[in-house]
C-alpha cells in the first residue's frame, strides 16, 4: 500500500497548527485542577477572568487568556471538561476541529473543490448564530458544535484551496524561468 504524498508543505504546517492548537484547547481543562474553573461567562474582546486566570499553571493560562479575550465564554453554550469549563464556547470549539480535521485531509489529498460549495459551508454557522443574535432563539450546545464544524471544515479547505493556487502559480513562473535557460544552453 502507498502512503499518500504531502500535497504542500504550506498546508501540512497549517494542519500542525491547527491540530496543535486544537489538542491544547482540549487538554487545557485537564491541566486545572478539577472544579476550578465553572463559570467564565463574559463578553468577546474583554478580559473577563483575568483574576482567575492568572492563577493558572503556563499553558491552559495562555489558552483560557486567549479563550477570555476572543470568545464570550458563556457557560451554558461551553462544554466541560475534568469539571472545568473549557477554554471556549461549542461554536468556537466545532471550528477548531473542523479546520484541524479539513487541513489534515488537503495536507495528504487532492480533492477537487468548488469554492462556492465552500462558502455555503459558512451559511449554517451564519444562520444559527445570527438568528440567535437577533431573536429570542436559543440554539444547542450540539448544533452549535455542529455548525461550528462545517465552517471550520469549509474554512480550511478554502484556504487550503488557495494554498495550493499560490503553490502551482510559484512552481509554473519556476518552470517558465527555466524554458529560455534550456534555449541558450541547447539542451533539451
Not at 463559570?39 to 499553571?57: A, C, H, T
Not at 477537487?112 to 460549495?117: D, F, W
Not at 464544524?149 to 502551482?168: C, S, V
Amino acid at each position: 500500500m502507498r502512503l499518500p504524498r504531502i500535497t504542500s508543505l504550506a498546508i501540512l504546517i497549517m494542519f500542525a497548527i491547527f491540530a496543535t492548537w486544537l489538542l491544547v484547547v482540549v487538554v487545557s481543562p485537564f491541566l486545572v485542577p478539577s472544579g476550578t474553573l465553572t463559570d467564565l461567562s463574559g463578553k468577546v474582546g474583554y478580559r473577563d477572568n483575568s483574576e482567575i486566570i492568572s492563577e493558572l499553571d503556563p499553558i491552559p493560562r495562555a489558552v483560557y487568556w486567549v479563550g477570555d479575550t476572543q470568545c464570550h465564554q458563556i457557560a451554558n453554550r461551553s462544554y466541560f471538561l475534568n469539571d472545568n469549563q473549557m477554554p471556549f464556547c461549542s461554536r468556537d470549539l466545532g471550528l477548531f476541529i473542523g479546520l484541524a480535521v479539513a487541513s489534515g485531509i488537503a495536507a495528504f489529498f487532492t480533492l477537487p473543490v468548488n469554492p462556492l460549495l465552500l462558502l455555503l459551508g459558512l451559511v449554517p454557522i451564519g444562520l444559527d448564530g445570527g438568528l440567535q443574535l437577533i431573536t429570542s432563539y436559543e440554539s444547542t450546545n450540539a448544533l452549535r458544535l455542529a455548525t461550528g464544524i462545517i465552517a471550520g471544515l469549509a474554512l480550511a479547505f478554502l484556504l487550503a484551496q488557495f494554498l495550493l493556487a499560490l503553490k502551482n502559480e510559484r512552481d509554473d513562473r519556476q518552470d517558465g524561468a527555466c524554458e529560455p535557460e534550456k534555449a541558450r544552453s541547447g539542451k533539451p
